[in-house]
Antibody, heavy 121, light 107 residues
């Protein structure tokens, strides 16, 4: 059974940092491009960024609102994806989902259940 | 960045009716990189259509996708009660983007 399980969410003050993790199982994680997607309360889906597989260079891409503040990394030996979030703002408050990145192309498509991040003083 | 604009924002229909949802891109999108998702409250998004017109595994054939270039459409031929939800289009590229969503509600 395929699982993506996010953890690490919580309440953090503006300007603070948080690291989210996404533990993957049931598929070949090392071959997958992985993404983070977020959803602010009552709002739509927003792509945060991706990390390619090591085979494809392991490089990252980010959405403009988080570039320079968020860092995506992966540990293929632990089948885990990470999102390091620094200089957090109230507008970063959202449910954060990890997912495979190539759903639109017909590749493997898996989503986690999400973890809540609240940025508030 | 490619901006996806979905219309209408809200669609009110009855079970058994046909639904047509639109997704317009700010610049041309490769058909192979356009997807549609359904999301119900408190749940993760579920892939319906990939490559603009291919149904994902387990998706009923009442769902169909079409379009090319900048205009894409999701059609639900006969609405079932479980189809009432929010629908998003997404494009895959150097920077992925989602549309703002269409809420399909029971009339």
């Amino acid at each position: 059974e395929v699982q993506l399980v996010e953890s690490g969410g919580g309440l953090v003050k503006p300007g603070g940092s948080l690291r989210l993790s996404c533990a993957a199982s049931g598929f070949t994680f090392s071959n997958a491009w992985m993404s983070w997607v977020r959803q602010a309360p009552g709002k739509g889906l927003e792509w945060v960024g991706r990390i390619k597989s090591k085979t494809d260079g392991g490089t990252t891409d980010y959405a403009a609102p988080v570039k320079g503040r968020f860092t995506i990394s992966r540990d293929d030996s632990k089948n885990t994806l990470y999102l390091q979030m620094d200089s957090l703002k109230s507008e970063d408050t959202a449910v954060y989902y990890c997912s495979t990145d190539s759903c639109a192309l017909g590749g493997v498509c898996y989503w986690g259940q999400g973890t809540q991040v609240t940025v508030s003083s | 960045e490619i901006v996806l604009t979905q219309s209408p924002g809200t669609l009110s229909l009855s079970p058994g009716e046909r639904a047509t949802l639109s997704c317009r891109a700010s610049q041309s999108v490769t058909s192979s990189s356009l997807a549609w998702y359904l999301q119900k409250p408190g749940q993760s998004p579920r892939l319906l259509i990939y490559g603009a017109s291919s149904r994902a595994t387990g998706i009923p054939d009442r769902f169909s996708g079409s379009g090319s270039g900048t205009d894409f459409t999701l059609t639900i031929s006969r609405l079932e009660p479980e189809d009432f939800a929010v629908y998003y289009c997404q494009q895959f590229g150097s920077s992925n983007t989602f549309g703002q969503g269409t809420k399909l509600e029971i009339k």
